[in-house]
């Protein structure tokens, strides 16, 4: 059984550790995504919008990324490591 209140409260730290990297529109689409509870295809845009728009990523959002796959059962392996990864420091 999946703690909804903390994939709520991943889905909070996720879309702020990422937000100087995500367009107005791009964070919506997300945030509706989990407030539909939909969150899956929320994760799952979450990701796309990295990988397609060439976008890299900080550590500590790979590691919210890692939390919520396993959360939620989800086999995201190939996509999310075809996300850049941002070096320790860059913001």
């Given at each position: 059984m999946v703690d909804i209140t903390?994939?709520?409260g991943l889905f909070v730290e996720l879309?702020?550790?990422?937000?100087?990297?995500?367009t107005e529109a791009e964070r919506e689409?997300?945030?509706?995504?989990v407030d539909q509870a939909e969150?899956?295809?929320a994760l799952e845009t979450?990701?796309?919008v990295f990988v397609d728009g060439g976008k890299s990523a900080t550590q500590?959002?790979?590691s919210i990324i890692t939390r919520l796959t396993g959360m939620?059962?989800?086999q995201m392996d190939d996509t999310i490591s075809r996300?850049?990864?941002l070096p320790p420091g860059r913001v």
């Open positions: 903390l994939v709520d879309l702020a550790a990422s937000k100087p990297y995500l689409e997300v945030q509706h995504l969150y899956p295809f979450f990701v796309h500590d959002v790979f939620l059962h989800m996300i850049p990864r």
